[in-house]
């Protein structure tokens, strides 16, 4: 069962050269059971630490963080942080490397199936026993996303998943995202400076203000998939982002 998420009055800074670096400011977010939610803001200002302090990676100096009303109080395979880079096993065939969290978890022999089950679902079926070196990068990319889904998981964390991409790859993988959203019925936080990206993808969009971030604006975005990006209502919608972010002129 997919669960609800919570992040109430996050603070977090790092230490950095005896003083202490505000990164994230007060940010309370509600995000439903099952949602897609993207994160605009500039470079740094702290996107992709709010990632961390959902997955667990890290604890938020103030406030806290929920999943399902419990708070987090580290790493979980039910919370899938995917990262922009692969990350894969070089060693490793295709299927071997989306069988490690099953592995680690001493499950491998009671939901094996599951591993062929998702490189199907990801369209890796025929190259399950291939090598990362053999891959494309929306190949790699793949990959690594059927490794997180193996341990079928209630929050997907995506950090710039398609940021290295080229343009076309890019735009096949994130159709290829929604479906598997939709499928898999996961909550979905994105990570993009990519408002295009964002509004494509995601239900709600959080605009966040340069470090420390606060939440400027928290979007809804209630148009059907899939989308269409020259359609006016997205359009209208990038232009009211864009504007937000401080970049009206750049439409």
Not at 98 to 125: F, P
Not at 209 to 236: E, F, K, N, Q
Request: aromatic share 4%; hydrophobic share 45%.
């Amino acid at each position: 069962m997919v669960a609800s998420l919570s992040v109430r009055g996050v603070s977090h800074a790092f230490a950095l050269a005896g003083r202490d670096l505000p990164v994230l400011d007060g940010i309370d977010l509600e995000i439903e059971p099952g949602s897609f939610v993207a994160f605009l803001g500039p470079s740094g200002c702290g996107k992709s630490t709010l990632l961390r302090l959902v997955a667990g990676l890290e604890a938020p100096g103030v406030g806290e963080v929920l999943v399902g009303g419990t708070p987090v109080g580290g790493p979980d395979p039910s919370r899938i942080l995917v990262f922009q880079d692969p990350t894969l096993y070089p060693w490793r065939t295709v299927r071997a490397n989306a069988r490690l969290g099953l592995e680690a978890r001493g499950l491998l022999r009671e939901q094996g199936g599951r591993v062929d089950e998702v490189l199907r679902m990801v369209g890796l079926d025929a190259f399950a026993d291939a090598y990362p070196h053999q891959l494309s990068g929306g190949m790699a990319q793949r990959a690594a996303l059927a490794r997180a889904l193996v341990n079928d998981p209630q929050v997907m964390l995506l950090d710039e998943p398609l940021g290295k991409l080229d343009s076309m790859t890019r735009i096949a993988m994130q159709s290829e995202i929604v479906r598997l959203w939709q499928r898999g019925g996961f909550t979905a936080l994105l990570v993009t400076h990519d408002v295009e990206e964002a509004l494509v993808l995601a239900q709600r969009v959080v605009v966040l203000s340069p470090r420390p971030a606060r939440v400027l604006a928290d979007i809804a975005v209630d148009l059907p998939y899939p989308r269409h990006r020259g359609g006016d209502d997205l359009l209208a919608l990038r232009r009211d982002v864009l504007s937000r972010l401080g970049m009206a002129e750049s439409w």
